[in-house]
Structure formats: structure tokens, C-alpha cells
């Protein structure tokens, strides 16, 4: 099969690094695997392997003619036959495949806010999806969706996964002290509920003073991220909550790490959690979204009521107070992850699928 991941950008977030990771990993189990961004690049362009065809469009407008001709004869010269199109990107496959019809494309549904689906603008989704092939959604409730409101029969779950990062990131030693930190990798979105994260913050200082908070995720220089700078200075937290931007690499953070969070109203698969759980640490995270499937039982880690502070802060506690459990979830929740989302499981069933819907591609 011949490949390529569509997306809009190489900025650090969900869908992108999901590209990405389709794209390395397609490269080797399919004759060929590309990878284009259409509007802009970004720090995940380091993480892409060399033997990844990487194209960028840098398109400029909704329908930009020069863009559509570079990607056309880009899908030419390559021989492409399906272009996996992750989120928006879906508009642009359909542009290039009606003047080729030939190519086919799956869309990669990655929508985060899962938990309210009702308010979803749907009118561009349903006209697009007469042109898919098949569908890829994160989660159950993506898959339900698609299904009850998209005209197209071929849809699919599979979960996100990780893949070992062979990306040597410049080394940033994060403030605090060895032993007592509380990472959280999250880009500052509202739905990320930062705020829950601070306020949390707030109490532990007073209980455990040592102890510090490192937000590691895009600060899109807006009025929420300086909403966030302003309560963190506001509650005289600047020496305690820390905030790093974005990273393209965020395991050597990880590993200067001691409890990690997640304090989300909404989200999808989470890689965050994934990526939590091969570091090997303990975790304290939302009920939203398919956590609760990385994140099964108290074995593997807590999982509380979406914004709930005595939850969060009592759980965090828990954690700070007892090294051993630490130890022993982080361990837990590193074998659940392995067995579950590792990348050769999920391609094994994606390939199958994508041969059942192409037969005639060997």
C-alpha cells in the first residue's frame, strides 16, 4: 500500500503527533508512507523519520490553487493511493480527489470534546463523508457519532498509541527539587482546565511546600493562557507553578517527574496519559473521555470526577504522601499501556481493515 497522513499543521497537539506516529510507523510495514502539512510546520517536524516522504503546502486560503496543484502531483509522482486525512485537513483530500478520483481517502476524526457532541457542526462533515472511504474515530463516542450522522458505513475504532521517540531533545532541567514535582502535559485550552490544576496547586503548597507544579503545553499567547499567568501570580504561586510552552519531546521531562496529571473537562484518547504511563509514573486524572480505559482501575492510577477539587487534591495527597504507591502505580499503569496501546497491535488491526476495504491493493 502507498500512504500519506494529511494534516493541517506540525504543531505540538493530539491529532498532529498522531499523524506523525501513522506516518513513522506506516514506513515500516507499507511500500511507501508520506506525511504533508497543509497550512503550517512545527516543532513536530523533528520527530519525523527519514524514510517519511515529507511534503509542506504551505497553503494560504481555503481553496488555494497552488497548493492543490503541488499536492496533485505530489499524490502522482508517488503513486499514492489513500490519503489518511486527520481532522480539517479532510476539506483539501476532497479538492484534490474530484479532479483523481482514483485516490481514497479515510478520515481521522480526533474531535476532543466528546462529551458534547450535540453541539457539533455537522453540515460540512455530512456532505464531506460521501467521499470517504472509511472512518477512524479515537473513541467509542466518536464511532457512535459518525455512524448515526455521516454517509458512510466503514467506521472504525482505534485508539491512539505512542511510539518511542528516537528524537534527542536539548536537555531543560525543570525547577524544583528532584523528588518533588507534579508534571501536567497540556496544551492551554480551556478545556484542559488548568484552573482546576492551580487552585489544587494553592492547597498542596500549604501541605507540602516542597512540592511543585510544571504545565508543560502550547501557550497560544490569548486571553485564556494570560487569565492563567494572572491567577498563578495573583495567588503568589509563581515559585510553585511553572509554565514551559511546548515542547516537541516531552520525555525528558517526564522522566524529571514524580506524579503526573491531568485536569481536562473533555477530551478524546488522551497520548498525554499514554505517554504518562510509559514514563513509568503515577497518575491523578479526569473521568472524561476513554481514560478510564487507559486508566482501568485504582491499580493503575486515580481517576476522579471531572472537575472535582477535594478529589483531585485528596488523591494528589495520596501520592505525595506514599513513595511505595507511586512506585507501584507507575509500574502497573507502564505494563497496562505496553499491552494495550502499543503501536504494533493497533497497525496490525488498521491494516486489516484498510485491506478489507481495498481488496484489489496488495
Known amino acids: 500500500m502507498r500512504i500519506v497522513q494529511l494534516i493541517d499543521s506540525l504543531e505540538v497537539g493530539g491529532a498532529e503527533r ?10 515500516e510495514k507499507m511500500q ?32 488555494d490553487l497552488k497548493a492543490i496543484f503541488r499536492l496533485k502531483n505530489y499524490l ?3 503513486q499514492v493511493q489513500i490519503i489518511q486525512a486527520h481532522s480539517s485537513s479532510f476539506f483539501l483530500a476532497i479538492l484534490v480527489k474530484i479532479s483523481m478520483p482514483n485516490i481514497k481517502i479515510i478520515w481521522h476524526d480526533h474531535y476532543g470534546i466528546s462529551q458534547d457532541l450535540k453541539s457539533r457542526k455537522k453540515v460540512s462533515l ?3 463523508s460521501y467521499f470517504f472511504l472509511g472512518i477512524i474515530a479515537v473513541n467509542e463516542d466518536l464511532k457512535k ?24 531533545s536539548k536537555s531543560i532541567k525543570l525547577k524544583g527539587q528532584d523528588g518533588k514535582r507534579i508534571i501536567c502535559v497540556a496544551n492551554l485550552r480551556p478545556q484542559k482546565n488548568h484552573e482546576l490544576l492551580i487552585d489544587g496547586a494553592l492547597i498542596l503548597h500549604e501541605r507540602f511546600p516542597e512540592w511543585t507544579f510544571h504545565l508543560v503545553g502550547k501557550d497560544f499567547i490569548d486571553s485564556h493562557s494570560a487569565k492563567l499567568i494572572e491567577k498563578v501570580k495573583a495567588l ?43 514514563a513509568g509514573l503515577p497518575v491523578v486524572a479526569t473521568d472524561v473521555g476513554e481514560i478510564a480505559k487507559i486508566i482501568p482501575s485504582k491499580e493503575e492510577g486515580f481517576v476522579i470526577e471531572s472537575n472535582n477539587l477535594n478529589q ?50 496488495d
Open 18 to 27: 498522531m499523524a506523525v506516529n501513522y506516518a513513522n510507523s506506516l514506513a
Open 32 to 63: 511507501f508512507s508520506g506525511l504533508i502539512a497543509t497550512r503550517k510546520e512545527g516543532l513536530l517536524l523533528d520527530q519525523v523519520n527519514q524514510n517519511v516522504s515529507y511534503l509542506f503546502l504551505s497553503r494560504k486560503a481555503v481553496i
Open 76 to 78: 502522482k509522482k508517488n
Open 126 to 128: 455530512k456532505f464531506a
Open 145 to 168: 457519532w459518525a455512524k448515526n450522522h455521516l454517509h458512510c458505513s466503514n467506521v472504525v475504532c482505534f485508539p491512539n498509541f505512542i511510539t518511542e521517540s528516537t528524537i534527542v
Open 236 to 278: 503568589n504561586l509563581t515559585e510553585i507553578v511553572f509554565f514551559y510552552g511546548a515542547v516537541n519531546n516531552s520525555k525528558d521531562f517526564l522522566k524529571q517527574s514524580d506524579i503526573a496529571v491531568l485536569t481536562s473537562l473533555s477530551e478524546g484518547l488522551p497520548l498525554a496519559v499514554l505517554e504518562y504511563g510509559l
Open 312 to 361: 483531585f487534591v485528596n488523591s494528589v495527597q495520596v501520592l505525595i504522601e506514599e513513595e511505595n504507591t507511586r512506585k507501584i502505580m507507575g509500574k502497573k499503569l507502564h505494563f497496562f499501556v505496553e499491552q494495550n496501546f502499543s503501536k504494533n497491535s493497533i497497525l496490525n488491526e488498521y491494516k486489516t481493515w484498510l485491506k478489507s476495504l481495498i481488496t484489489f491493493i
